[in-house]
């Protein structure tokens, strides 16, 4: 007898229905083809054992599986449910006519209960794509596929419940979730605010402008100046995430199984990876591609730490995704696209020692470590980073300070009025939402100059040698700091304060 269930396999952050054929025939044998990975042939282990658990057995005759098309290459241990219910119901040990109408997905352990899997968002919107009426699978990722409208999601906890729904129609618990409701009711603050940070009134608005307009930022100083706790801070001035953007991220995080339990994220993603991270950990790849660090970041934060010392070839593979936004990753057979739109902020010492131009402080690197070191990180990568800070330790007075400083609330207000600016100017544009995203023929468009400002920026270029790509950062985040400023046009003092924020670029830095 033969018998269709339907499974379901994620290659990059969409899934494609997996149809999973079930023949059970005279002779003895156990045949799984349609390539299929370690995880799935070790399958028939946990099977047998989940099935004479509860009361069930894989019979003694040839049983022969395929998982369709059977040229795409299967991977994980989700299709242990499928395939168990097909063997059921292809050696006539359990009847049902529902079967085909419904996405079963699900680990068995060797009891009969399920573990979770990874990828069920973007599972679920391919079974509500397809018109499939129903998605049946561990109930640990239950609110994660419940987030799909228009189909009906049942989290189960045992191989038993769902053999019972098929075949004697006992009815499941449907998980059902308002997506709207529970995605307002979760917007709320980090934990980090900007009212901790004393004194640094010159970083906070620097980092005001980064987050009004998603400008890529760096911060330099000594230890203790307080660059990691100024950076940990931002996502809570960002703009809160609008709802297609809480449904990208979920589903990204969700191919790699950080949803369990949880429904949709409302919060922006803060990453910040070690400096030992491999160039494959942060763009993301391997044999069965997986999404690295920067698509994890997407719509949020990826700061980097010490910027210097992470690997050069690490740094290197940032720049593409910097500029068009998104990370490729090829292999022979096939190729997938993940979403890298993140605001970029790194930090670093200004030397191996971590003080420079401090007359305090020992002088424990030599000009030429100081150039070694500051060399490791490629002129193109700094072009493509917008803002450049110093950041200078606090005075005593300032930390002992009881008054606070501005808090996030206040700051997020402001920033949200400039995107909200920045999001009717780029209406009618499909993938620019703030000024970061301007390309240059869009920079010309929306940044003119009048006579007085182009002689301010003509001059710092020539001064500073500054490449074109340095120009254009110049005009966007001019761009920005006028929209903070509710300006139509972008003015003199908008440029002048903008050529500020490119230390790195200035000649004599270093001495």
Known sequence: MLTKVFGSAVFGVEAQTITCEVNVDIGVGYHLVGLPDNAIKESNYRIAAALLNNGYRIPGKKITLNLAPADLRKEGSAYDLTLALGILTASGQIHSANLEKYIIMGELSLDGSLQPIVGALPIAIKAQEEGFEGFILPIQNAKEAAIVNDLKVFGVENISEVIDF??????????IIDTRAEFYKNLDFPEFDFSDVKGQESI?????????????????????????????????????????????TTKIHSVVGRIKNRGLMSQRPFRSPHHTISDV?????????????????????????????????????????????????SRARFTVTYPSSFMLVASMNPSPGGYFNDPDAPVSSSPL????????????????????????????????EDRKGEGSVEIRKR?????????QRF?????????AQMNTKQIREFCHLDAASKELLKNAMEHLNLSARAYDRILKVSRTIADLEKSEKVKGDHIAEAIQYRSLDREGWLG
């Open 204 to 248: 906070k608005r620097c980092m005001e402008i980064a987050a009004a307009g998603g400008h890529n930022v760096i911060l330099i100083g000594p230890p203790g100046a307080g660059k990691t706790m100024l950076a940990k801070r931002l996502p809570s001035i960002l703009p809160p995430m609008t709802l297609h953007e809480a449904l990208e």
């Open 281 to 329: 950990a942060l763009v993301g790849g391997g044999s069965y591609p997986k999404p690295g660090e920067i698509s994890l970041s997407h719509n949020g934060v990826l700061f980097l730490d010490e910027l210097p010392e992470f690997k050069r070839g690490v740094l290197e593979v940032l720049r593409q995704p910097l500029e068009d936004r998104e990370v490729t990753i």
């Open 415 to 423: 920033v949200t009025e400039a995107r909200e600016v920045q999001t």
């Open 166 to 175: 098929f075949d004697k129609g006992t009815s499941l618990a449907q998980t």
């Open 369 to 400: 470590e100081m150039q070694r070191y500051l060399g490791k990180i490629s002129g193109p990568l700094l072009d493509r980073i917008d803002i450049h800070i110093e950041v200078t330790p606090v005075p005593f007075e300032k930390l002992s």
């Open 427 to 435: 209406l009618a544009l499909e993938n620019v939402h703030y000024n």
